[in-house]
């Protein structure tokens, strides 16, 4: 490959802060120099790349768990690619790996400054950047380890037809809890009850959550994953059974939002029923992402676990799909498939 | 004795639905039959009443982990007594005794119907009342079992000169904990550092309390044992480190208010520190109270646990002890010495 018929290598970065929801100008769209890989390095040309809830604080001036995403640079996220240039035994041209990849269409990685981990043969990029990627070890720890839903315990997850939520309460079920989804739109709910085995779904946008809640837990929520934070956290809170859990995972309902926000007016309630309010992050577990791997596996395998991605095709469609997934118009993960 | 001797049996009962402060006009001091023991009772002599924060829940219509006391019956609570009549073998005239009472200066029990717990010969009514009583054991367990302390931890209690913030901050330090009190004057917040060994307190009523806990927990607080709700508990988020626990045991601060309080605005920091917001009651643990109380009794006799009472003399003085309590008037235990 010579330099004059070398691909454009095209980066997103930040352009601005967003002031509430993201805008398709809160992003550059930026020719880089196609990058040559040195000696132990490789090229990899991005296949896939994922957008999730947490990018929204990774845009703001904000120290949280990661710093915060500078303007002019590179916008961070994770993707799937493969080697198409290789000085790494390890990393034979054609190898496909996934990693914190960032908004390029090309990186040049000795594997370990950007770290990259291969993919087995048999796992397609979209999986790997779902279930089998951060997403369904977020689904996993939060709620096998937070939420510890027992057998016959009554398991409420917000955000439900989303790529962690969906995995969640999957999870749960599989534990023999049965399980509630809520989830915005009449499609997203049908999924939930009718693919993934969940017991029961609550469209958000067009039922009286709070009144479906109490409905459908008349012995109270025994573990609830919540996503969105917000009135549907207080909802949760008003609900709970004798020695709750609540696994705190997101709360995207508050991402889009500026100024201080009011916080779970029922959090006393953790009081009255002994019960927890947990926060987590996945990275926390990383030594025991083996065996997380290893359960996702065996449930794809056997079918118990289900799975959906909504993508979009084109990498200039990045910004439009963090969108999207703030507007709620993605079922199971949202990606986008940077060659179409 | 008989009728014509019997002295008065006054009672209080609930007059009305706190609004706001409680007030003394909250409750009526009214006078009932002398009660007679019956075949298997005893005929108990109120000698000590405790005042609790709890005890403003219990006065509102409304159910949470008791159901409230109603309008015209005697008002809830803990107290000591001596057994002036017997037809009970298993607790002869002399003994001392402890359970729920009531406001009310005698009362009849088989021992059952009315739980009486008899008193070791060593303990002083105060010390039933407090450090050996559920306000110890609810520090106890709050403390060891919900913040689970661990060596050079930074353990921050509010409400921290109250009978129970007094107990948990000091079994944090025995634990190897450095303890940060805070509490609402200068008197107090001396009794913390000078006598009960607290490595600082806080004067929330002149200090910048944001500015004094940033300061003082500068690599953040790994337990919080929460009395007061409000904006102590928004700070304490604030300065969380890393897989904090909150234990929450009150909220004195909502007590008295009415309508819908805010929540905890900075709840979200539980995800980026990975911590837990816990609530707990301490009956839950009735069945662990021997383990409690030998250890209890253990600090005592080292002298490495130190207790207080503030005692109102006679029992007419029993709303003012409450109303006492809410304005944080009292060091240590609020109680009421029945017959002065």
Redesign the interface.
Known sequence: MTKSSAPCNQHFVLASRPQGEVKPTDFNLVDRPMPQPGKGEVLVETTYLAVEPAMRGWMEDRE??VPPVKIGELMRGQGTGVVIESDNPALPVGTAVSGMIGWRRYLVSDGRNTPLQKLPEATVPATALNVLGLTGLTAWFGMLDVGVPKKDDTVLVSGAAGATGSVAGQLARIAGARVIGIAGGKDKCAWLTQELGFDAAIDYKSEDTAGRVAALCPGGIDVYFDNV?GEIL?IALDNLAMHARIA????IS?YNESG??????????????????????VM?YAKRFPEAITGLVQYLESGELRHRETVFDGFEQMPDALINLFRGGNIGKQLVAVKP
């Open positions: 949280s768990y934070g207080d705190l995972c997101g709360g508050r201080p926000l009011p916080g779970p007016v029922n959090y006393f309630n953790l009081i009255y029923k002994r019960s927890r309010m947990e926060g987590f992050l926390d």
